[in-house]
């Protein structure tokens, strides 16, 4: 499973702490240069643990997807350390969408809008869509403030669940990292939600970690709701599977 890292990069995994200043410090710089480099990182996130590539090195998110097992039918999300970035990856986003960044990010909400056509980038088999999200962890956001917009997928192997311990993300991913950030347990523990924000009204592909009713909280005074998913379809027109969103059963971190 997976591949192998760089050639030229043979040195075992290298692993950093988070609990002081200077170890985070040190931990941010090693991950940052690792993804310049075109390498896989470990990282923590609010939700699970991610291993990230950057958004704009076709090989290394190729990497990503060969160390996870899985296929470009199932891209990665895209994390950002700001919302303004999501006007550079995307475009007709709703303005309801617009306010559920404004309420919820940084967080674990995970949007699927219409991606920018003029960028340079391969993540899969997209459809012409970007899932993106604003964590909310520190570390993480230092990172992407260095690193711009990273691809970053739950770190695991597909099919097992997503890492929540850095212990548990090295014996799925350490072969093929350069660098794992401890950044203890995953505060959150549970997947974003994912919303899929290329039709009106937005459809549910996944509720995690934010659920229907805080969503529609917000939604409501706009004259949006989102519709139950578990809710039995009537005479709703068939829609694409969500394999666009990138998610499938393995979720983003």
Known sequence: RGSP???WYDEPVQRFPTTTDEERAAA??????????GGLVVLPTDTVYGLAADAFDKDAVQELLDAKGR??????PVLVSAPTTLDAL???VPTW???????LWPGALTLVCHAHGSLQWDLGDTRG????RMPDHA???EILERTGPLAVSSANLTGHPAATEADHAEEMLGDDVEVIIDGGTSPGGEASTILDCTTSPGRVLRLGAISLAR??????????????????????PTTDDDSDDGEGEDPPA
């Open 5 to 7: 890292r760089h050639d």
């Open 28 to 37: 941010v710089d090693a991950a940052s240069l690792a993804i310049q480099r």
């Open 71 to 76: 296929g470009r039918d199932m891209p990665p």
């Open 90 to 92: 995307a475009v007709r």
């Open 97 to 103: 969408a617009r306010k559920l960044v404004e309420e």
């Open 129 to 132: 869509t970007v899932a993106v």
């Open 139 to 141: 570390v993480a956001l």
């Open 215 to 236: 969503l529609n909280a917000i939604l409501e005074p706009l004259g949006q709701a989102i519709p139950d998913p578990d809710a039995p379809e009537t005479d709703a």
